[in-house]
């Protein structure tokens, strides 16, 4: 069975910065592509950012040039690094497998960017 864990979510001031992190434990393979999505109150959850393998990255234009996705293959962890973060960022932010498979959605770490 496999296991997804996300933290590093918090309460930021606009413009601050926040570095998520998703730890995989069980059979997950160390090669698939990731990726981190979130899910605004009253939205559908959206993705966010995606890796390959290889470290090749794409992002969603609302956090292009802002976030920065990142993977440690040996410890089967995915990162999201967030700058300049604004009220719209407000969400629950999940890892899952590139495209997502049902059974590795997690607990996710709420981030929640406010004055």
């Known amino acids: 069975q496999v296991h997804l864990v996300e933290s590093g979510g918090g309460l930021v001031q606009p413009g601050g910065s926040l570095r998520l992190s998703c730890a995989a434990s069980?059979?997950?393979?160390?090669?698939?592509?990731m990726g981190w999505y979130r899910q605004a109150p009253g939205k559908e959850r959206e993705l966010v950012a995606t890796?390959?393998?290889?470290?090749?990255?794409n992002y969603a234009n609302s956090v292009k040039g802002r976030f920065t996705i990142s993977r440690d293959n040996a410890k089967i962890t995915v990162y999201l690094q967030m700058n300049s973060l604004l009220p719209e960022d407000t969400a629950v932010y999940y890892c899952?497998?590139?495209?997502?498979?049902?059974?590795?959605w997690g607990q996710g770490t709420q981030v929640t960017v406010s004055s």
């Open positions: 899952n497998l590139w495209p997502s498979e049902y059974g590795y």
């Open positions: 069980g059979s997950i393979s160390s090669i698939k592509p």
């Open positions: 890796i390959t393998n290889t470290g090749y990255t």
